[in-house]
Structures are given as structure tokens and as C-alpha cells.
């Protein structure tokens, strides 16, 4: 194995340590209330409550529209936090923050019909907005830490964020848990669906507050309205926006068809089902958003200055999430029986033939995540729009052919479906991208 091929930038590593530090600590201590939440609402009830956050976590895309990722960017680029340019990207997610909670609130409304209205879900949509909205707060300023490559503000926010949680979460389930024992009835369980989303309402508004006042510590933020920015928003960050809400709505669109698309009888657990399996999914993301929010400023930098050492940056972060991604894949593969088992217990045991299927999700994702975040540092962000665009109907197409037929397995299939056809698209961009950038550099 040849170093020169393995080894990243000093920087990137030193941002590594940081994000693996803090990361672990976040992850570790959310995954105790979650899991334990989930033991003690079961299948049904952590249906409802996940349907309702998902709902949320996605349209709170509205807020952000690639701004976040935007103001990542231009702080590599310049190379310190421009306070008047936070403050600009912070007054417009302000202001898409008002259409989001309008949104939201609509679609509360529309789960009030009929006489069969289930009023847990119509608060926990609302709930749940308020804490996508908090978190899309916290993300924006994170991108500030990771555009000036400091990711050890970063750890301190996340960390700081989970263990908010661990305390307001803990206390309704410890709560619950003295009040009603592990298996409360079906009437306790939506109520502590309610009483769970309310604590992560307390514990996001403290971790925003704390991470806003890390920022002011690193930045005077002047607070604005610029219409320039607007213009620049439209023209250069909405494809990138609209390809992102693309891309969350073929990931997150399974969780709300799985619960419309099955009778009613079993639609709640099904949900609950396929959301015990999937949340295994998204903690093994942290591997690759561990390494591209480290290498992202890394690689906006150099694809700009050094093409060429963009291109091996790229391909050296590409063996990383590939060997990884292999061995997650593996290991859900062959193991998802124990580790449904030891996570959820007996009630989920019908959530591990659906890790199984999601398996070879991991590595299509791991390598996928690094080869769309390579076409915004090279600019393509228009292709990425109508690639990310297209695939909503491919995915929403399959889902909607494979879940009457397999039920959370067949959302599986669909999203690793979706996955492949995701690289075929992208990959050929990325390194027709760098090749024309190196082309242009040995030109000069």
C-alpha cells in the first residue's frame, strides 16, 4: 500500500481527529436516547413519531436551499469568517424560515380530515418542526467552522447539543420509565411520542443559542438584508438549493409512502420497522461526512489553485469511503439479527431482513456523498440540479412499484436503486470536471 495514495493533508487530518472526536461523543449519546426511546414506544408508536420527523427534517430544506453550503465555500475561498456575509446568509435563511413554518403548519392542517384524524401526529408534525428548524439554525453556523477549517468548534457545538439532549430526553423516558415501566399502553405511548419531541424542542433551542454564541466569539455577525445577495442566491445557490431538496426528497420520500401506501392496520409499524433499520443507515453516514467536511474546504481550495493535487485528494478520499463502506455493508449484511436484537429488541426483529436489504445502500452512499460534493467544488451544481431532480421520479417511481409488494425491504431496494443510478450520472461529470480543470492548469 503505497502512502502517497492513502494519505490525506495535514489539515484535513488534524479536522478528521476533531470531527471523529466530536462526532462520537454526539452520536454515542444521542443513539442512548434513541434507542431507548424506541424500546419504550415500539414499533407502532415510533412509526408516528418518526413519520412526523421526517416529514419536518425534510421540508425544512426550504430554509437552507444550499446556503449552507454556500457560505462553507466562499469562507474557504477567502479564507476567514466575513461576518457581513453570515449575517447575510443568516437574514435570508430568516426569511425562508417564515415560508417553512407556513409549510408546516399547512401540512398539519391537511392530517386533520375525515373522522379518522390522529391529532398525535398532527402535534408531532408541528413539534418536530420547530426542532428541523433549530437544527437547520445550528447547521448554518456550522458550516462557518467547517468553511475556516477549524472543526474543533464544530465538535464543541455538536457535542454540547447531544448532551442537551441526553438531559431533556432522558428525563421524559427516566420519567416515563418510572411512571409506566418499558411497556406503556397505547394511549402512554403516543403521549410520550408528544412528550419526547417536545424535549428535543428544549434541548435544539439550547444547542443553537450555544452555538450561536461560539460564532459571535469567532465573528462580528452583522445582521442584513442585501439584495446583491439575493441575486447571487438566485443565480448561483438555488440550483445547488434545488438539487439538495432533490436529493432529500429521494432519500427521506419512502418513510411518509411506506406509512400512505400500506393499509392502515399496519402502516405505523411497517414505518416503525423500516425507521429502526434506516436510522442504522444514517449513523453509518458519519463516516463519510466525517471525512468530506474536513476534505470539502480542502478540495473547493485546491480544485481552484491546484487541480491536479484536487484529483489525488479526491481519489485518495475515494479509496478511504470505499474500504469503509465495503466493510459497514458487510457487517449489516451478516450480522443484522444481533444488532437489531441488541439496539431494539424482540419487538423489531422483523426490522432486520430490511438492514439487510439496505446494506448495499451503505457503499453506494459513502461514494456518492464524496462525488456530489465534488461537483460543487467544481461548479457543476446545474447538472447536479437536474440529475438530483430526475432521480425523484426514478425513486418515487420504484417505491411506489416495490412497497405494496415488499413493504420496508422493497423501500430498501428503491433507494439503493436510486443510489446506482445516482453514480452512473455523477461520476463521469466529476472526472470529466477535474480532467478539464487539469488541462486548463497545464495550459497556463
Known amino acids: 500500500m503505497s502512502p502517497s495514495r492513502w494519505s490525506l493533508p ?27 426511546a424506541a424500546r419504550m414506544l415500539g414499533p407502532q408508536a415510533w412509526g408516528r413519531y418518526t413519520y412526523a420527523f421526517t416529514l419536518a427534517m425534510l421540508l425544512v430544506q426550504i430554509t437552507d436551499l444550499g446556503l449552507g453550503l454556500f457560505l462553507n465555500r466562499e469562507i474557504a475561498r477567502k479564507g476567514s469568517a466575513d461576518g457581513a456575509l453570515i449575517g447575510e446568509v443568516l437574514t435570508l435563511k430568516a426569511a425562508l424560515a417564515g415560508v417553512y413554518a407556513a409549510t408546516i403548519a399547512m401540512l398539519a392542517l391537511w392530517h386533520i380530515r375525515g373522522d379518522s384524524a390522529d391529532m398525535t401526529v398532527v402535534f ?17 453556523i456550522v458550516h462557518v467552522f467547517r468553511g475556516v477549517q477549524d472543526l474543533s468548534l464544530e465538535a464543541r457545538v455538536h457535542s454540547v447539543h447531544a448532551a442537551f439532549a441526553v438531559v431533556s430526553g432522558g428525563l421524559v423516558l427516566g420519567t416515563a420509565l418510572w411512571a409506566w415501566g418499558w411497556v406503556p399502553s397505547a394511549t402512554q405511548r403516543d403521549q410520550l411520542v408528544l412528550l419526547y419531541a417536545g424535549s428535543m424542542v428544549v434541548s435544539t433551542l439550547l444547542g443553537s443559542v450555544y452555538a450561536y454564541r461560539i460564532l459571535r466569539r469567532l465573528t462580528s455577525v452583522t445582521w442584513r438584508f442585501n439584495p446583491e445577495l439575493v441575486t447571487r442566491f438566485r443565480r448561483e445557490v438555488l440550483p445547488l438549493g434545488i438539487a439538495i431538496v432533490a436529493s432529500m426528497i429521494y432519500y427521506r420520500i419512502d418513510v411518509p409512502m411506506i406509512r400512505n401506501l400500506l393499509p392502515a392496520a399496519t402502516a405505523d409499524a411497517q414505518t416503525g420497522l423500516y425507521t429502526a433499520a434506516y436510522k442504522l443507515l444514517e449513523h453509518t453516514a458519519l463516516f463519510p461526512a466525517i471525512l468530506m467536511a474536513a476534505a470539502f474546504p480542502a478540495l473547493s481550495e485546491t480544485v481552484v489553485q491546484s487541480p491536479r493535487r484536487a484529483a489525488e485528494l479526491h481519489q485518495t478520499t475515494l479509496r478511504w469511503l470505499g474500504a469503509g463502506g465495503l466493510a459497514v455493508c458487510a457487517a449489516f449484511a451478516l450480522g443484522s439479527q444481533p444488532i437489531v436484537a441488541v439496539l431494539y429488541g424482540d419487538d423489531f426483529a422483523d426490522s432486520a431482513p430490511i438492514l439487510v436489504a439496505l446494506a448495499p445502500c451503505v457503499l453506494l452512499t459513502f461514494v456518492n456523498y464524496l462525488e456530489t460534493h465534488m461537483l460543487v467544488a467544481l461548479g457543476l451544481v ?11 421520479a426514478v425513486n418515487i417511481g420504484l417505491n411506489w412499484w416495490f412497497i405494496p409488494l415488499w413493504q420496508g425491504a422493497g423501500a430498501a431496494w428503491a433507494t439503493a436503486a436510486t443510489e446506482v443510478c445516482l453514480f452512473i450520472a455523477v ?16 495550459a497556463k
Open 124 to 140: 408531532a408534525i408541528l413539534i418536530c418542526g420547530g426542532v428541523a428548524l433549530l437544527s437547520s439554525a445550528i447547521e448554518s
Open 10 to 36: 495535514a489539515r484535513v487530518r488534524r479536522n478528521v481527529g476533531f470531527k471523529v472526536a466530536g462526532t462520537v461523543v454526539e452520536k454515542g449519546l444521542r443513539a442512548l436516547v434513541v434507542f431507548t
Open 382 to 392: 446545474r447538472a447536479q440540479m437536474l440529475i438530483s431532480v430526475s432521480l425523484i
Open 427 to 442: 461520476a463521469p461529470l466529476v472526472r470529466r470536471g477535474l480532467r478539464a480543470r487539469i488541462a486548463e492548469e497545464d
